[in-house]
């Protein structure tokens, strides 16, 4: 199960839904995004994220923080614990580091993934905020520095 299929790119997604935020890729935003509607980053952001809708990282999109969404595309490279409701998906451009609760996972090959999956039984509505203690109940290993917003 994947957003779209392989001849079609992650752009012809956005034309098909509407998006409701899009970080272009000449920004660089912090702070903390709690939204209805799909969210779409290209550029580098520094914070949580929570829609009741899909959040797309394009590959050039970079994010530092935890994500709660329906349906989660990662094609450029995220640092921070995930909840997907139906669907997170790897693509092979796409990097994550962190851990996630998902109810069904894709992982493209060449993608990296390094963290704890744990698979979701029940499948919940997505709240309209971050649920920052349920996102930071898996505690991500400190490491030196961040590969990120460089």
Known sequence: MAFY???????D????????????????MEGIINSNGIIK??????????????II???NGQVIGNIKANMI??????EGNIIAYKLLEIEATGS???????????????ALFKGRSTMLTEV??????????MLNETKLEEEEGSYLLE
């Not at 980053?41 to 899909?54: A, E, L, N, P």
């Not at 919940?124 to 203690?133: A, I, K, L, P």
């Open 41 to 54: 980053v290209d550029g580098k952001y520094k914070g949580d994220i929570c829609t009741k809708s899909d």
């Open 57 to 59: 990282i394009g590959e």
């Open 96 to 110: 994550l580091i962190g851990d996630i609760l998902v109810k069904n996972i894709c992982i493209q090959e060449g």
């Open 73 to 78: 595309s990662i094609a450029g490279k995220v």
């Open 124 to 133: 919940e509505d997505v709240g309209t905020e971050v649920d920052t203690g």
């Open 5 to 11: 299929s392989k001849k079609e790119k992650q752009s």
């Open 13 to 28: 997604i956005v034309q098909d839904k509407s998006v409701y935020t899009i970080i272009g890729i000449d920004t660089e």
